[in-house]
């Protein structure tokens, strides 16, 4: 079959990215050709500042050489501009006249910077800052001239300034409104802001309207410069136009010389940049009779109003908005390869963005709507000595906007509670205080990334340091926490350390990091989300594997060792007893029923209800040690007796032999009920805890659940048994039982919240079930219920388990899942299932 | 010397999972696809020497279970970003039969 043609006309961020999308999922679709106006390949455009200011070199910021478009044959026309598209052939036209056709086409035009009109913005040294040649008349200039002034006070006239000033030059920002990046910062920080960049030198001339730019040197008065203005004088034009009567006969430079302002004061300027903003640059679609609104119009698929052409990136207008920052932009390629893959799923439905400025000791980050308003409530906290200025912006209890200044370190979990629309009701009171346990374990408790050492280790599984992370982020330009996975393996392990990666990736990245979407899909095997999976697999009553993976387009034959134990678990705890359980789909330890261990043994825990056992079962446990030369024997942290460095051939044998329930240490399921002795023996105890815990055990075992599930039961506050780290813990008081939960002793030690105080053992029972059943349900899978919790919000989970409908409801699901359930080792010991799971075979 | 060695049946190898043979050349793990293609990989994960044989099969690849690399099944060699390899070995089914070359 012959393939389709793909033509792209523009070659930056966005078109570039989306055929790197493209080629990964339908690498054999498309002849694809690239026209580029610029004469280079794709580079990082957000890195000209550090470029500009001398940090980084072009080199570093090549995101896609010449090589990279050859070896995906992809065939690339530089230093070309389309000038025509002949919508009717389906062919494009270049400005030299080269002629293609194509099937499909893509705009990734991107966008002009708008020049003010004042007169003599055509002058030579006024220049934008948009492109690398900008950039090189910059750095020229910076070498043989010295006076610069920046119109524009936003973010990129704030980087191009800071730049020229490192580059030695004398720097003015020029800016219409009152104070810098009003359209990012309330004046509170933009005060601040601009304290530190005029310590830095930088001068600025604020609520201030360019007139003109001339090529006559200033006269005197404000802001003349002490040494005069030493340009050329060469090659005389016409004179200026509005050249007023006692400057008749000045002398005129070839360049441009001053800018003056509408109050009539003027200023020296041998290079002007104009930083005013950008424009969608829709030009040839326009000419093309494409629908535009100052940007192309898209529908949330990409597609234009031409279904054959589709446009992404700075050039399009998405529900009335045009992005500039690049997290937007990537979202839109993912959507817009699915549909030019004519996968035909994923929805572009637009984003908030973030902005932070990327100026060397100068931390600034805004989100959303910090300016307030009616129905609005501000939390601040100011210290202008200190240089520090938090200000959250709430609607209805949730985050609707923040800045910072100062420290920023927050910004990336603002940046997510805000996107997540999250409620704020149990983080309120310390949400100025920033995220607590960004992981407490294995990285000496840092939670700042930016002050962390360069060779100090951030991920404690895989050993890689903040400057491996750095360095990979910068050189293979990775933008997303799943490219810095890929690519470095940080956080691919236990997870703990994601926080601070994510903070890293920040920092390094400024405004342009991409925050993991608040809707990520489950893996990279499909566009879909945990929750669009759950939900197709309840409506549409699917019952297998490959059901599932048919009926939602799974982009892999068999998933992965990521999804597949995720749609396992999701079908059967949405169809107990219907659907089937895959034991392919399931990690080893969950498949074998017992834990594996790193020289390939295995590791046995048989139950002791509420931790209570016999000296029947301690002697039977005794005999198998000995029968089967178990080499170790420990008690475990909740409460059980594990046996160490068993044969996988001989479990069978030992579950038969030791004729105890599973304990399930294996699986992500109900682990332990840890109970303290309580009422029966203990002076100080109030409630049977032990009984208590039994009684838990006993009805709720045997179930799977999103990921590990553990209990503690405590007779009295003094809580021995440490319910407060559980995923329920239910402490005794004199006048009945209190119930705790989503606490974790783990990765990320979190206290149990209270969620309600009962009186007896039944009520204890139907309020832990109920809330089980709900984390059963809704979790996604391999989250615990402390960052469930954390993300649907402690109300939430009150609202369904407090209600008596609710929590009955819930309670008779779980009872039903429940139902019948075999023990898997008996199954196994008497009734031979899954043999051949525990034989080798022999030569 | 190495001869064609008749091990089992292939349906006592399950779909998307794996046996292990114990040999004289030590443990191999055997795996089948979806598609019933089969293969034969030394037991061990080029990493940390993980058992291959106890992970989860997709594609044609199978994913370590002590550390999650990947080690595609026709090669033996490790998914980027890792890089290792393990011994592959020959096999083949006839009549339903499963013969590796050991």
Not at chain 1, 408 to 436: M, N, S, V
Request: hydrophobic share 40%.
């Amino acid at each position: 079959m012959q393939k389709m043609k793909l033509v792209m006309v523009g070659n930056g961020m966005a078109g570039v990215r989306t055929i790197e999308e493209l080629l990964k999922i339908a690498p054999d679709l498309y002849d694809i050709t690239v026209f580029g106006a610029e004469p280079h390949a794709n580079y990082n455009r957000i890195m000209l500042s550090p470029v500009l200011a001398g940090e980084q070199t072009l080199k570093d910021i090549m995101l896609n050489d010449v090589d990279w478009y050859e070896r995906n044959g992809i065939t690339l026309h530089l230093n070309r501009k389309i000038v025509k598209i002949d919508r009717t052939h389906r062919t494009i036209e270049a400005e030299d006249g080269t002629v293609e056709s194509y099937d499909r086409l893509l705009l990734a035009t991107g966008s002009n910077p708008v020049m003010l009109p004042v007169p003599g913005r055509e002058l030579p040294g006024v220049v934008s800052f948009r492109d690398i040649r900008d950039v090189d008349a910059m750095l020229a200039a910076s070498s043989s001239y010295r006076h610069a002034v920046v119109i524009g006070g936003g973010l990129l006239g704030l980087e191009a300034a800071n730049g020229l000033m490192q580059r030695g030059m004398d720097v003015t920002v020029v800016h219409l409104a009152p104070w810098l990046m009003e359209r990012q910062l309330d004046e509170t920080a933009a005060r601040m802001l601009q304290r530190s960049l005029e310590a830095k030198g930088l001068k600025f001339k604020l609520s201030t309207q360019t007139s003109e730019i001339s090529n006559l040197p200033p006269l005197q008065g404000e802001g003349r410069g002490g040494d005069g203005v030493d340009t050329e004088v060469k090659g005389l034009t016409h004179p200026h136009p509005s050249l007023p009567p006692e400057r008749e006969g000045a002398k005129q430079c070839g360049r441009v010389a001053a800018v003056r302002f509408k109050d009539g004061s003027e200023i020296p300027a041998d290079l002007v940049v104009m930083a005013v903003g950008i424009r969608p640059n829709s030009a040839l679609a326009e000419s093309a009779g494409i629908h535009c609104e100052r940007g192309i119009v898209v529908n949330d698929t990409m597609q234009t109003y031409d279904p054959r052409i589709y446009a992404i990136g700075e050039c399009v207008a998405h529900r009335g908005v045009s992005y500039g920052l690049v997290a937007p932009l990537f979202e839109m390629s993912k959507v817009c390869a699915n549909h030019l893959a004519l996968m035909g799923i994923g929805r572009y439905t637009g984003s908030t963005v973030s902005t932070k400025l990327k100026v060397t000791g100068i931390d600034l980050f805004s989100a959303g709507n910090f300016s307030g308003g009616e129905g609005t409530e501000e939390i601040v906290m100011s210290d202008a000595a200190g240089g520090v200025y938090k200000k959250l912006v709430l609607r209805d209890n949730k985050l609707e906007g923040a800045v910072l200044y100062g420290n920023t370190t927050d910004g990336a979990w603002y940046f997510q509670l805000l996107r997540e629309k999250r409620c704020l009701g149990d983080i309120r009171q310390h949400l100025l205080t920033g995220q607590p346990n960004l992981g407490t374990g294995g990285h000496q408790g840092q939670t700042h990334a930016a002050a962390m050492p360069e060779d100090m280790e951030v991920c404690g599984c895989n050993g890689i340091t903040k400057g491996m992370i750095v360095t990979a982020i910068k050189a293979k330009g990775l933008f997303t926490i799943e490219d810095v996975r890929k690519h470095t393996k940080a956080s691919g392990s236990c997870g703990s350390c994601t926080g601070l990666v994510e903070q890293i990736l920040a920092s390094t990245l400024g405004g342009d990091y991409s925050a993991t979407p608040a809707a990520k899909p489950m893996c990279g095997c499909t566009e879909h989300t945990h929750e669009e999976v759950r939900a197709a697999i309840r409506e549409h009553k699917l019952l297998t594997i490959p059901d599932a993976m048919k009926f939602m387009d799974w982009r892999t034959p068999n998933g992965c060792a990521g999804c597949r134990p995720a749609l396992n678990y999701y079908l059967i705890s949405t169809w107990p007893h219907e659907a089937q359980d895959d034991p392919q789909s399931r990690l080893i330890n969950e498949r074998a029923h017992a834990n594996i261990q790193k020289d390939g043994t295995f590791s046995v825990v048989p139950r002791m209800w509420g931790g209570v056992t016999n000296p029947a079962e301690l002697r039977r446990i005794a005999d198998v040690a000995d029968k089967y030369a178990v080499p170790m024997i420990r008690v475990t942290g909740g409460q059980r007796i594990d046996l160490f460095g068993v044969k996988k051939e001989d479990l069978p044998s030992i579950w038969a032999d030791l004729d105890m329930p599973s304990g399930h240490a294996y699986g992500k399921a109900l682990r332990t009920v840890k109970t303290c002795v309580g009422s029966e023996f203990c002076r100080f105890g109030t409630q049977d805890s032990t009984g208590m815990g039994i009684a838990l055990e006993k009805a709720f075992w045997n179930v799977w659940t999103p990921h590990k599930f553990k209990l503690a039961v405590s007779g009295c506050p003094r809580n021995c048994a440490e319910a407060a780290i559980k995923d329920v813990g239910v402490i005794g008081v004199d006048s009945g039982w209190e119930i705790h939960v989503a606490g974790n002793g783990g990765i990320k030690t979190e206290v149990a919240q209270f969620l309600v105080k009962v009186k007896t053992a039944e009520e204890v029972l139907e309020y832990t079930g109920a809330f089980l059943q709900l984390y059963r349900e809704e979790a996604r899978y391999l989250d615990r219920t402390v960052h469930w919790v954390q993300r649907v919000g402690l109300e939430y989970v009150k609202s369904k388990v407090l209600d008596e409908g609710c929590r009955k409801a819930l309670y008779r699901r779980l009872l039903f899942a429940l139902q019948g359930n075999k023990d898997p080792w008996a199954a196994r010991a008497v009734e031979g299932v899954e043999k051949h799971e525990f034989e080798a075979l022999t030569v | 010397m190495t001869d064609w060695t008749k091990i089992c049946a292939l349906e006592e190898i399950p779909r998307l999972g794996s046996r292990v043979l114990e040999s004289a050349k030590g443990r191999i793990a055997l795996f089948r696809t979806e598609t019933d293609e089969l293969f034969a990989l030394q037991d061990r994960c080029p990493h940390k020497g993980g058992h291959l044989s106890q992970g989860i099969v997709c594609g044609s690849h199978v994913t370590c279970p002590m550390h999650g690399w990947n080690i595609a099944l026709q090669e033996g060699r490790a998914l980027a970003p890792d890089v290792g390899e393990t011994a592959i070995y020959q096999v083949r089914v006839e009549n339903g039969a499963v013969f590796v070359l050991i």
